[in-house]
Each structure stands twice: as structure tokens, then as C-alpha cells.
């Protein structure tokens, strides 16, 4: 048993509060990490605000994060004291249906038990004084040691920087991977909603060898970073301004090869699909909806070929695809640098949560070291 210091949610809508916690040793098949940095992702507000319906309370957040193993429990054979590692929300256990199949990167294995703040065994490594606090997507990277199931951990190379390579555990192969995966050369992409998905979608395409990029959000904050990522034209929509669809089918003549939703409301979704070329365009949803919403569009578009697809942590497969990716960045083609707009201490968690409400942050990235 060790102590840590970490960010405690104790209930929805109040600050984190920073704490000394003591955290149990690895379990069987479990590795104890420390923590580098840990960037601040949307998904963690939702747990914040009490709209993540996986969220249990008190919980740790955080799950963005890059360390290294200080401690592996009894059976673990993949992973050695010192490997650097990222944390994965989605775990690669290799054996199961979903990771035999090359068409998802979904693993199962442990989503119930992960989703009610607990590790595989059905108990939480965290305590504060005698209570239990829950872990959070499996990762809890907002505290200094954290324990995740060796399934759930993506052993990186040891020259790629913790403090940048943070980003991979979500936001960059969330956004960089389902452009890389969707995106053709030559193909016209719209972007709807440019936060730290968004933008990563934008250099992904131009990655992919798209020919136009437009982004579309109702604020003006991103451009410079999206254009810097490769973002050709800008919409931003409003009561005095055309309708963004028209927009779109205007600029590209007649809509674009491939539309991503990144904001998760509906009447954005929509408006994904009626952006997309007839015939082949595919309009790709990664923004998370408000739980029980329907979707409605008019199925004809479907039928004559549009497609509606959704994609998850970029389609990669988080321990066998992430080293791959990471080796992109590392030759310069995945840009990290200008997407950290704040380096954080623990202490100002909170502010780094007030400056993604307000817009003015891409990615903070909060560092133990
Ligand atoms: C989210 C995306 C939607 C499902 C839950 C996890 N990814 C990271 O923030
Ligand atoms: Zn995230």
C-alpha cells in the first residue's frame, strides 16, 4: 500500500478536491502506474457535472493520462517495472470476440465492472481515511499512482515524451484516428465543432490527403488552430448567417465526402448527413448525445448510399495500434505542441475545468513532475 496525491470528485457539481489517498497494491492481472501528466478531456466534465451515467461517486477523473509501472501483480506478463505506458478507457484483452475481429476496436471484457468504478475484481484500490473512492473509465489518471488492469495498458517507446504523449489516451487518437480511418486523398471533409476533437480530426484529414477541410462551430476561439491543422474554410453558424448546410453544399458542389460530428447535439447529427455528397458520403458521429436521444433523418439518403457510421477512440485498437501511431508523432507528422494550450499543477485541476467551460483552452495538461 502507497500513498498518492489525486483529484477527488465527492459529488457532481462541486470542486475537486485535492487529497491524500492510500492507494492497495496490484491485484492479479492489475499494475500499479505512476503518473506524468494527464490531460483534461470533456468526458471528465460530464463526471464533473453529474451527465456521465458511468460516473460513481466519490470518484478520481481522468483519463488522458502517460507514466510509468512501479509495481506489476501476479500473472502479469506483458509489462515490466519502468515501461512507459498510456492508459486505455478501452482495454485490448486480445482474446475475446471484438479483439479477434479487425472490424471494431471495442473490448468488453471488463466494461461492467469499469463502468461501475471498480477493478475486475469488483473493489476499488483507492481510499480516503476507510472509505472507498471509485476509479473512473478505468484509467482514474487525475491522482499521482493510479492501479489499471494490464489489458488496459498500452506500453509505449521510452524516448516519446510522457508530458505530450499524454494526449494519445484520448483527444489525438480519438480525433487523428477516425480521420485517418475514414478520410481518402482527394476527399472534401467538413468538421463540425472544433474542440480538442475537432481540431485533431482537421490534422488528421490533411494527413489522409484531403483536399478541403471546412470547420463549422459557433465560435471563432479555434480557427487559428484548426487552419494551422490544415482547416481550409471556416463556417460559423448563427441566427444572421446561412445555414451551414447550404454552406457546405455551396463550397464543395454538392456536399462533402465525409462529415464528423463532434459536439453530440442532434440537430448537428443531422445536419452531418444532409452535408454528405448523395450516393457515397459518410457522415461519421463521435460527439456523445444526451442519453435516450433519437436521431431522425429521412432514410432515402441511406438508401441511395450516404452512411452513418460512429467511431470510438479513433478505431485503434489501444495496445497493439497506439505504438504505431505514437511512432507518427515522434516523426513529425502528428503535432502535439500547439493543441496544449495550459500546463497545470494537480492544485489547478479546477481551473483547467473553468477554462474548458469557457472555451479557452484546447488541451490542459496536468503534471506530477
Ligand atoms: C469518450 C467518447 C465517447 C464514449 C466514452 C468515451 N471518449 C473520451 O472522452
Ligand atoms: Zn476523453
Given at each position: 500500500?502507497?500513498?498518492?496525491?489525486?483529484?477527488?470528485?465527492?459529488?457532481?457539481?462541486?470542486?475537486?478536491?485535492i487529497?491524500t489517498?492510500t492507494?492497495d497494491?496490484?491485484?492479479?492481472?492489475?499494475?500499479l502506474?505512476?503518473?506524468?501528466?494527464?490531460?483534461?478531456?470533456?468526458?471528465d466534465l460530464?463526471?464533473?457535472?453529474?451527465?456521465?451515467?458511468?460516473?460513481v461517486?466519490?470518484?478520481?477523473?481522468?483519463?488522458?493520462?502517460?507514466?510509468?509501472?512501479?509495481?506489476?501483480?501476479?500473472?502479469?506478463?506483458?509489462?515490466?517495472?519502468?515501461?512507459?505506458v498510456?492508459?486505455l478507457?478501452?482495454?485490448?484483452?486480445?482474446?475475446?470476440s471484438?479483439?479477434?475481429?479487425k472490424?471494431t476496436?471495442?473490448c468488453w471484457?471488463i466494461?461492467?465492472t469499469?463502468?461501475r468504478g471498480?477493478?475486475?475484481?469488483g473493489t476499488s484500490?483507492?481510499?480516503?481515511?476507510?472509505?472507498?473512492?471509485?476509479?473512473?473509465?478505468?484509467?482514474?489518471?487525475?491522482?499521482?499512482y493510479?492501479v489499471?488492469?494490464?489489458?488496459?495498458l498500452?506500453?509505449?517507446r521510452?524516448?516519446?515524451?510522457?508530458d505530450?504523449?499524454?494526449l494519445?489516451g484520448c483527444?489525438?487518437?480519438?480525433?487523428?484516428?477516425?480521420?485517418?480511418?475514414h478520410v481518402r486523398?482527394?476527399?472534401?471533409v467538413?468538421v463540425?465543432?472544433?474542440?480538442?476533437?475537432?481540431?485533431?480530426?482537421?490534422?488528421?484529414?490533411?494527413i489522409?490527403g484531403a483536399?478541403?477541410i471546412?470547420?463549422i462551430?459557433?465560435?471563432?476561439?479555434?480557427?487559428?488552430?484548426a487552419?494551422s491543422?490544415?482547416?481550409?474554410?471556416?463556417?460559423?453558424?448563427?441566427?444572421?448567417?446561412?445555414?451551414?448546410?447550404?454552406a457546405i453544399?455551396?463550397?464543395?458542389g454538392?456536399?462533402v465526402?465525409?462529415?464528423f460530428e463532434?459536439t453530440g447535439?442532434?440537430?448537428?447529427?443531422r445536419?452531418?448527413?444532409?452535408?454528405?455528397?448523395p450516393a457515397?458520403g459518410?457522415?461519421?458521429?463521435?460527439?456523445?448525445?444526451?442519453?435516450?436521444?433519437?436521431?431522425?433523418?429521412?432514410?432515402?439518403?441511406?438508401r441511395?448510399?450516404?452512411s452513418?457510421?460512429?467511431?470510438?477512440f479513433?478505431?485503434i485498437?489501444?495496445?497493439t495500434g497506439?505504438?504505431?501511431?505514437?511512432?507518427?508523432?515522434?516523426?513529425g507528422?502528428i503535432?502535439?505542441d500547439r493543441q496544449?494550450t495550459?500546463?497545470?499543477?494537480?492544485?489547478?485541476?479546477?481551473?483547467?475545468?473553468?477554462?474548458m467551460?469557457?472555451?479557452?483552452?484546447v488541451?490542459?495538461?496536468?503534471?506530477?513532475?
Amino acid at each position: 500500500m502507497i500513498k498518492t496525491t489525486a483529484a477527488i470528485c465527492v459529488a457532481p457539481n462541486v470542486p475537486l478536491e485535492i487529497d491524500t489517498l492510500t492507494v492497495d497494491g496490484p491485484g492479479p492481472g492489475e499494475v500499479l502506474v505512476e503518473i506524468v501528466a494527464s490531460g483534461l478531456c470533456h468526458t471528465d466534465l460530464t463526471a464533473l457535472e453529474g451527465v456521465n451515467a458511468s460516473s460513481v461517486y466519490p470518484l478520481i477523473p481522468g483519463h488522458e493520462g502517460a507514466g510509468r509501472v512501479v509495481e506489476v501483480g501476479l500473472g502479469v506478463t506483458t509489462l515490466c517495472i519502468d515501461d512507459h505506458v498510456i492508459p486505455l478507457y478501452g482495454p485490448e484483452c486480445g482474446e475475446c470476440s471484438m479483439c479477434r475481429s479487425k472490424r471494431t476496436n471495442l473490448c468488453w471484457t471488463i466494461k461492467p465492472t469499469r463502468d461501475r468504478g471498480v477493478m475486475p475484481d469488483g473493489t476499488s484500490r483507492f481510499m480516503r481515511g476507510n472509505k472507498p473512492v471509485h476509479h473512473f473509465m478505468g484509467t482514474s489518471t487525475l491522482s499521482r499512482y493510479t492501479v489499471v488492469p494490464e489489458i488496459a495498458l498500452a506500453k509505449i517507446r521510452k524516448d516519446a515524451p510522457l508530458d505530450k504523449v499524454c494526449l494519445f489516451g484520448c483527444g489525438v487518437t480519438t480525433g487523428v484516428g477516425a480521420a485517418l480511418a475514414h478520410v481518402r486523398p482527394g476527399d472534401k471533409v467538413a468538421v463540425f465543432g472544433l474542440g480538442g476533437i475537432g481540431v485533431n480530426i482537421i490534422q488528421g484529414a490533411r494527413i489522409a490527403g484531403a483536399s478541403r477541410i471546412i470547420g463549422i462551430d459557433i465560435s471563432s476561439a479555434k480557427t487559428e488552430l484548426a487552419t494551422s491543422y490544415g482547416m481550409t474554410d471556416f463556417i460559423r453558424p448563427g441566427p444572421d448567417a446561412p445555414d451551414p448546410v447550404v454552406a457546405i453544399r455551396d463550397l464543395t458542389g454538392g456536399g462533402v465526402d465525409v462529415a464528423f460530428e463532434c459536439t453530440g447535439v442532434l440537430g448537428v447529427m443531422r445536419q452531418s448527413l444532409d452535408c454528405c455528397v448523395p450516393a457515397w458520403g459518410v457522415s461519421v458521429l463521435l460527439g456523445v448525445e444526451p442519453s435516450g436521444s433519437e436521431l431522425s433523418f429521412p432514410p432515402v439518403q441511406v438508401r441511395y448510399g450516404k452512411s452513418i457510421v460512429g467511431s470510438y477512440f479513433g478505431g485503434i485498437k489501444g495496445r497493439t495500434g497506439l505504438p504505431g501511431l505514437i511512432d507518427r508523432f515522434m516523426e513529425g507528422e502528428i503535432d502535439l505542441d500547439r493543441q496544449i494550450t495550459h500546463r497545470l499543477q494537480l492544485h489547478e485541476v479546477n481551473e483547467g475545468f473553468h477554462l474548458m467551460k469557457q472555451g479557452k483552452s484546447v488541451r490542459s495538461v496536468v503534471m506530477f513532475e
